[in-house]
Every structure is written in structure tokens, then in C-alpha cells.
């Protein structure tokens, strides 16, 4: 569904245009980061107790779980706390 204005779709469009790759790249970053603090709110709120591991595979879940097959789930969930068993 589209329901922006042509005129309005182009003049955004040419305001992204107008801002350099840099700038460009830099509101991806916030855009991005602003989306995984309200996952992580909304799981905080789900959950008040949650582990930072468990916080991990929740994350990956809201974000990438329509991507892959259970199988490859079962084998990614792992190793997004391998790095931080290694730590301790």
C-alpha cells in the first residue's frame, strides 16, 4: 500500500538525495538502533528478569526469526553466546 502523495514521495526522495552517503549511512545507524531499543523494551517489559543471553536470542528472534528455517534457528541461537562464555 502507498498512500504518500507523488509530489510528497519526490521531495523526499530528493531531501535523502541531498544529504551525503555519510549522513545517509549515519540515520540507517540511529533508525536501527532506536528500532533495538524498543524490541528491548518491549521484551523488558515481557520479561523483567531476562538474562543478557537470553536478551541476545530474543533480540535475533524479533529481527530475524522470519528468515530462517527452525533448523538453522536451533543452530544459530547458540553461537550468539559462544563469545561470551568464553569471556567469563
Known amino acids: 500500500m502507498n498512500d504518500t502523495h507523488p509530489k510528497t514521495a519526490q521531495r523526499f526522495v530528493n ?15 540511529s533508525m536501527y538502533d532506536t528500532a533495538r531499543q524498543i524490541v528491548q523494551n518491549a ?11 537470553a536478551m541476545k536470542k530474543e533480540i535475533f528472534l524479533r529481527f530475524y526469526g522470519q528468515q530462517f528455517s527452525q533448523a538453522q534457528i536451533e543452530r544459530i541461537l547458540p553461537m550468539l553466546t559462544q563469545g561470551s ?3 567469563e
Open 85 to 87: 562464555k568464553h569471556q
Open 15 to 29: 531531501l535523502m538525495m541531498s544529504k551525503s552517503n555519510e549522513q545517509r549511512l549515519f540515520m540507517g545507524f
Open 43 to 53: 521484551i523488558c517489559n515481557q520479561n523483567p528478569t531476562i538474562t543478557s543471553d
